[in-house]
């Protein structure tokens, strides 16, 4: 069975630009959260969607936003590129709230 | 919000040891995660472990709900267990978010 997938795996992008992320859950989970890590630090909470619907919402700016395709697959968006955007960015994908299982990550550099 | 603290945050060990990680939570939690991140960043699930105890393999882990902690325990450590080790812990229904620690670094020399 097909973990959680995420593309691409590394992305260098400029300042200013915009960049689209994809995240597709395991088979059956309805349930796609997207974290940030950055270098030295553990992931933190960006967005949680469930069944379409945001269910959480983290501390970052306006930037950001994500959306839920009717197939459970998942897009984060980021506009407007800081340099501080670097980051790891990993999508998990959850059956109901519970255990959650984590993608690869896409390695984002803006440069 | 909820703090989670792991300690320590640095362990060397040899090949063989065995290690304690520690993970301190600030409130009652519904979901806690341990996870095992590789070199190329991913995280590998070790555990989910909201109460009581578990095992696997040469791995197992311990939490305390009532006291707000969770422990990792690692026997007879290999190289391949280097890396870094995370718990992650989810507050009450409805927040819908782990909250990760600032995470265990493990190196495990041959």
Do not use: M
């Not at chain 1, 309805?30 to 030295?40: A, H, N, T």
């Amino acid at each position: 069975d097909a973990g959680v997938t995420q593309s691409p795996t590394h992305l260098i992008k400029t300042r200013g630009q915009h960049v689209t992320l994809r995240c597709s859950p395991i088979s059956g989970h309805k349930s796609v959260s997207w974290y940030q890590q950055v270098l030295g630090q553990g992931p933190q909470f960006i967005f949680q969607y469930y069944e379409k619907e945001e269910r959480g919402r983290g501390n970052f700016p306006d930037r950001f936003s994500a959306r839920q395709f009717p197939n459970y697959s998942s897009e984060l968006n980021v506009n407007a590129l800081l340099l501080g955007d670097s980051a790891l960015y990993l999508c998990a994908s959850s059956l109901s709230y519970r255990e959650a299982f984590f993608g690869q990550g896409t390695r984002l550099t803006v440069v | 919000g909820i703090q989670v603290e792991q300690s320590p945050p640095d362990l060397i060990l040899q090949e063989g040891a065995n290690s304690t990680l520690r993970c301190n939570f600030s409130d009652s939690v519904n979901n806690l995660q341990w996870f095992h991140q590789n070199p190329w960043g991913q995280l590998i699930n070790l555990f989910y472990i909201p109460s009581g105890t578990k095992q696997n393999g040469r791995l197992s882990a311990t939490t305390v709900a009532t006291e707000r902690y969770s422990l990792l325990y690692i026997s007879s450590s290999q190289t391949t267990d280097s890396g870094v080790y995370f718990c992650a812990v989810e507050g009450s229904i409805g927040t819908y978010k782990y909250i990760f620690g600032t995470g265990t670094r493990l190196k495990v020399l041959a």
